[in-house]
């Protein structure tokens, strides 16, 4: 067991980022995440993690490498563990619970905000996240600002791999034939934009730091320069698919957010009243969308119609009109959990069909 997942992940060096070098008896395990030569790979059944060396064979570990390794060693660190293991909220609807509980994971009334496409002339022709198969870029941007309270330390950092890692593994973990690779490319970058404390316009709080970001990162502003570093991911990494996302302390105008079919995630650290040691259920909802998952829960307004995803599959878990409310989902609930219709909007490899057929 991996945290609070029903995994059994192992953290191993590889000489070639694309082609892990292992032993016969891990030939076939699933690859979860790629850290530059770290691998973290799924091993169901009773394997242990032998001592990880500080350094790659012949040299230093890279900054994204590093934090890859200490998110690894943070999740399965005992007092992470037990703190998922008695998570609060654990299968609160993401609604929120009024008065002193979280809020809701979207804005009351405005879960569909970033559901909307890109502006036009994003400069992106293929689709950079159709359905979640095969490798997957991950553009983690944690931006800090110039004043203490706007800066992440190195321990912050840290926990934001860990939860990103985290949730990332369940939803490798969830795929049928195991075959989803997150290849993770980390940014730890400070700015120095002012801070816009009121107002609700989405962009207005965000675009002063996330594009001073991403001009650091050589890209434009706004979704071009967004999608234009998660294609430049996508085309470094050698991966099917990328998106990008920001993390930040700076104000902004709900905790969580991301746009239909991607590019762009933007989290804050606080995350909310579900605090940071749930960030990763949230970022696997966020990452939901990136790969065209709706909302399943009964205050994002959703209904059962619609034609989502890959495989154009109507939201049938939606709980103001499934019945008894749905399955647990974690386009649903604070839950590690997901339904068969989140399957098929997210367009796994490997799925049955309705009589138990794989679909392509
Ligand atoms: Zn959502």
């Known amino acids: 067991m991996t945290a609070d997942l029903e995994t059994n992940e192992i953290l191993i060096f590889s000489a070639d980022s694309h082609a892990p070098e292992m032993g016969s008896s891990q ?22 993690q032998s001592p990880v060396p500080d350094a790659a064979p012949g040299a230093e570990l890279t900054p994204t490498e590093a934090l890859g390794r200490r998110g690894f060693e943070r999740r399965n660190s005992a007092q992470a563990r037990a703190k ?11 609604e929120g ?20 496409p890109a502006q036009p002339g994003a400069p992106i022709a293929t689709p950079l996240s159709a359905r979640l198969t095969g490798r997957v870029a991950v553009g983690l941007v944690i931006v800090s600002g110039p004043q203490p309270q706007l800066v992440f330390s190195a321990e912050d950092q840290t926990l934001v791999v860990a939860e990103v890692q985290n949730g990332l593994s369940f939803l490798a973990n969830e795929a049928p034939k195991k075959g989803v690779t997150f290849v993770h490319d980390i940014e730890l970058l400070t700015v120095d934009a002012a801070e816009v404390t009121s107002g609700n316009d989405f962009d207005a709080y965000e675009a002063p730091w996330r594009d001073a970001a991403l001009e650091q990162l050589g890209h434009a502003p706004g979704d071009a320069g967004t ?3 998660a294609e430049a991911l ?16 700076y104000r902004i ?17 606080d995350n909310d009243g579900w605090g940071p040691d749930q960030i990763d259920r949230v970022f696997a909802h966020e990452t939901g969308h990136i790969f065209n998952a709706p909302d399943e829960y009964a205050q994002s307004g ?28 974690i386009m649903q609930s604070n839950d590690w959990a997901m339904c068969a219709a989140t399957k098929l909007h997210l367009g796994y490899d490997g799925l049955p069909d309705r009589n138990g057929v794989p679909i392509a």
Not at 28 to 36: D, E, L, M, R, V
């Open 227 to 229: 999608a234009a570093y």
């Open 253 to 269: 105008a709900h905790f969580a957010y991301a746009r239909l079919g991607g590019p762009r995630l933007v989290m804050h650290f």
């Open 97 to 116: 619970a009024p008065g002193d509980g979280p809020g809701p994971i979207h804005p009351p009334g405005m879960a569909m905000v970033e559901n909307r």
């Open 27 to 48: 030939r076939s395990a699933p690859i979860f995440h790629q850290y530059g030569r770290l691998a973290i790979v799924d091993f169901p059944g009773s394997v242990t």
């Open 234 to 249: 996508r085309q470094k990494h050698g991966t099917d698919w990328a998106y990008v996302a920001f993390f930040t302390k």
């Open 302 to 329: 959703c209904d059962c119609g619609g034609a989502w995803g890959h495989f154009g599959e109507p939201n049938r878990n939606c709980a103001t009109c499934a019945p008894n409310g749905g399955e647990k989902c």
């Open 84 to 94: 998922k293991q008695d998570r609060r909220f654990q299968g609160l609807s993401w």
